[in-house]
């Protein structure tokens, strides 16, 4: 029996029986999300098309996925996707930027055993690569916690319908911060269990601190690390401000409408 | 507005800014002018010439062109130091495995001692990278206190202290090649867990309710994983597309998967857990029904979320390989299932892990909610 197999089965069977049909949804949004990764890839493939405009495509995707199709089309989700839209694409051209001057694009040269029966000259931009690599790490965490805080902002304009703007923006950016170390645990402690070869390997061949600092493969996997940081934070202004905008302007609409009946 | 923010500061936040901006701006310093610190030879890049350059056509029909470029570099430290070198670089246009070189970059370089020319020449070992991870490193930490202040500064502390563990934990294991890899990860997984989420809720009931069903949450995991990995002879992992394996790859895997699960199943329990205790604290009559069903909700809620979360950190970071075996003409299924196999197995057994968490945190926070009761 394949253990793959087997571990999906268990994971549908725990999501159906504590999620019923929500829980459904969510194992189906898994393997969407898994078609759209391969359909990346496959794009990626073709040398005319630049990675970094088709990662951004597949965000889009995966985003309306996760927003749209776990729950639903709605106010919420709505400026959740606007807001990951945007730091999508702040993130993008930051790392776009950052992976060009750095130098830490392809493959280092710890990797060159695994790497000789390939040839290397594929004619694919592995400067775009790397950045589309570090946006798709981060995609999940961005959304979930756009999802979090147009959600809760939600429920504070249902309790308090007459909260000042300035107020509401607030009340989102305190839910952002009780959430941003949780999700920043999640991400870190996700990525150190993918990387704990590779800490075990500069251990055992004994790497000083200088060459592990100036290591590519070090350095892309920092970089990864530090770069979803960075998303998981910079969505929860922006989601904030977006959603206080829209909020108060369907308020006003609202406001407007019940004073002409 | 700025400046009416800056005289609003008490002077325990000028303390830490300010010492925050020095620590910035002493490492940037340091980082730039370390090159005395390493035993290498280091030599900054002063000119590059374009020497030729060449289309090439790899067997599977692959465009690309590379080029060979001389450089001029001034070597930065030992006894050579101020030196100009002359190196040869050969790059191509994807840099899968080189690199193109610029006026300014700082490189390892190896020097050749036997060489009869009047000037040093030698070849190119690595590029100098630590001022730019020093750089996202800092801009990481901007973002998180920018954003989330005190909040932003615990969740910085509660990384440092857990990578530092992670580093010490790993410097016992291989002195003491003896012990077992994953009792060494079970007992960092306590620790981390301990000492995360007291830095993130504080000392109280609540955060022992978490801690609890963190604890149980986790290992319950590894056991289903492990029987099922056991049970199935490993069949289907492709343990060959490991990485960096020193050691046998069975455990690395397993202890790489249990760490890799522990932020998700620590984010239910926290999220369920906090959310119980704040109805509980506005509503102390609440029944347990009614907690029970919130807590369900809420797991509801969440867990579809954070299982893609996990999907995509470990399914994103084998795009490039990917890429490369099918630019080499290897079929589909091959490579998926070496680059994936091992990735999918990590992302699944972390989605158990926060579905087998959900009722065990209702469970557990419900059992803390009834001993505040009681002594009330």
């Known amino acids: ?261 | 507005m700025i400046i009416n923010k800056l005289k609003k500061m008490s002077r325990k936040q000028w303390v830490v800014y300010s010492l925050i901006v020095f620590c910035f701006v002493l490492s940037i310093i340091f980082v730039n002018h370390n090159s005395s610190f390493y035993k290498q030879p280091i030599a900054e890049v002063l000119s590059t010439h374009l020497q030729s350059k060449e289309k090439v056509t790899d067997q599977h029909n692959n465009k690309d062109q590379t080029y060979k470029q001389s450089i001029k570099a001034e070597i930065k430290n030992g006894k050579d130091k101020g030196k100009v070198i002359h190196l040869e670089n050969e790059y191509s246009s994807s840099g899968a495995y080189d690199q193109k070189y610029k006026p300014g970059n700082e490189i390892f370089v190896i020097i050749d001692k036997h060489s009869k020319e009047k000037h040093l020449t030698g070849s190119i070992k690595n590029a100098k990278r630590d001022k730019y991870v020093l750089l996202v490193g800092w801009l990481f930490i901007f973002t998180l206190l920018f954003v989330g202040k005190e909040r932003g500064f615990l969740a910085l502390i509660s990384l440092v202290v857990n990578a530092a563990l992670m580093s010490f934990a790993l410097d016992i294991y291989v002195i003491s090649s003896y012990k077992s890899l994953v009792f060494i990860c079970s007992i960092l997984v306590i620790l981390f867990t301990v000492i995360s989420l007291l830095l993130l809720n504080g000392v109280n009931e609540m955060t022992y309710a978490s801690i609890t069903s963190t604890l149980l949450g986790i290992f319950l995991t590894l056991g289903v994983t492990y029987a099922v990995v056991h049970f199935t002879d490993g069949n289907g992992l492709r343990y060959e597309g490991m990485q960096f394996l020193t050691r046998p790859y069975e455990i690395v895997f397993m202890a790489g998967l249990l760490i890799g699960s522990l932020g998700a199943v620590m984010d239910v329990s926290i999220t369920i857990s906090s959310s119980l205790f704040e109805l509980y604290e506005k509503n102390e009559k609440i029944s347990l029904t009614a907690l029970r069903k919130s807590g369900m909700d809420i797991g509801r809620d969440v867990m579809g979320a954070l299982t893609n979360i996990l999907f995509f950190v470990y399914a994103a970071g084998s795009i490039p390989s990917m890429i490369l075996y099918l630019k080499n003409a290897s079929p589909l299924g091959f490579t998926l299932s070496m680059n994936l196999s091992l990735e999918i197995a990590r992302a699944l057994a972390g989605g158990i892990g926060i579905m087998l968490t959900i009722p065990i945190a209702v469970y557990t926070s419900i059992y803390f909610i009834n001993q505040k009761r009681k002594r009330i």
């Open chain 1, 1 to 261: 029996m394949n253990a793959l197999v087997i571990l999906s089965l268990i994971l549908l069977v725990l999501m159906i029986l504590i999620g019923g049909y929500r829980g459904m949804r969510s194992f189906i949004s898994l393997f969407l999300n898994f078609g759209v990764l391969m359909f990346t890839i496959f794009l990626m493939l073709g040398p005319q098309m630049n990675p970094v405009i088709i990662t951004l495509i597949s965000c889009a995707i995966i985003s309306c996925i996760n927003l749209f199709f776990i729950n639903n089309v709605d106010q919420k989700t709505v400026t959740a996707f606007l807001s990951t839209i945007v730091t999508i694409v702040l993130l993008i051209v930051l790392i776009e930027v950052i992976v060009n001057v750095s130098m830490i694009q392809g493959y280092g040269e710890e990797e060159t055993e695994e790497l000789a029966v390939f040839s290397l000259f594929v004619g694919i931009d592995y400067v775009k690569i790397g950045a589309s690599v570090m946006i798709i790490s981060t995609i999940g965490a961005i959304t979930e916690v756009a999802i979090s805080i147009t959600s809760s902002m939600g429920e504070t304009m249902k309790h308090h319908p007459s909260i000042s703007r300035k107020d509401l923006f607030l009340s989102g950016m305190r839910i952002g911060k009780d959430i941003l170390g949780t999700d920043t645990n999640t991400l870190f402690f996700a990525f150190f269990g993918g990387y704990l070869a590779l800490l075990i390997w500069f251990e055992d061949l004994h790497y000083s601190i200088g060459a592990i600092v100036n290591s590519k493969i070090f350095g892309a996997e920092m970089m990864t690390i530090f770069f979803a940081g960075i998303g998981v934070a910079l969505i929860i202004p922006i989601t904030a401000w977006i959603n206080t905008y829209f909020s108060v302007k369907a308020r006003k609409k609202a406001l407007k409408e019940s004073n002409e009946n």
